[in-house]
Nanobody
């Protein structure tokens, strides 16, 4: 059973930056495709960024392209989400998630994950 713990959320002004981290225990992250999704109050979950096991393929929702960067360090069992130029509409709880087996853009878009963490709150003030 993989356990994922997110950290790095907080309150930031519009235009600011945050770096989220997701650390895993109970499993080796190098076996999993990884992603970040978010959910704002009253809204559906939205896939934000994804990365395959090697880091060679990354995926982003259109609204964060050019502002967010997903990366991973398999040696540290950690995945990161660097968020720059934050906007108030980025306010949400951000979740880290892991997918077994092949991970592609289809899995990213469909939010197909086997494990996810409890989330970390990101609040962007205007």
């Amino acid at each position: 059973q993989v356990r994922l713990v997110e950290s790095g959320g907080g309150l930031v002004q519009a235009g600011g930056s945050l770096r989220l981290s997701c650390t895993a225990s109970g499993g080796t992250l190098s076996s999993y495709g990884m992603g970040w999704f978010r959910q704002a109050p009253g809204k559906e979950r939205e896939s934000v960024a994804g990365i395959n096991w090697s880091g060679g393929d990354t995926y982003y929702v259109h609204s964060v392209k050019g502002r967010f960067t997903i990366s991973r360090d398999n040696a540290l069992n950690t995945v990161y989400l660097q968020m720059n130029s934050l906007k108030p509409e980025d306010t949400a709880v951000y979740y880290c998630a892991a997918a077994r087996g092949q991970y592609s853009v289809r899995d990213f878009l469909a939010l197909r994950y086997d494990y996810w963490g409890r989330g970390t709150q990101v609040t962007v003030s205007s």
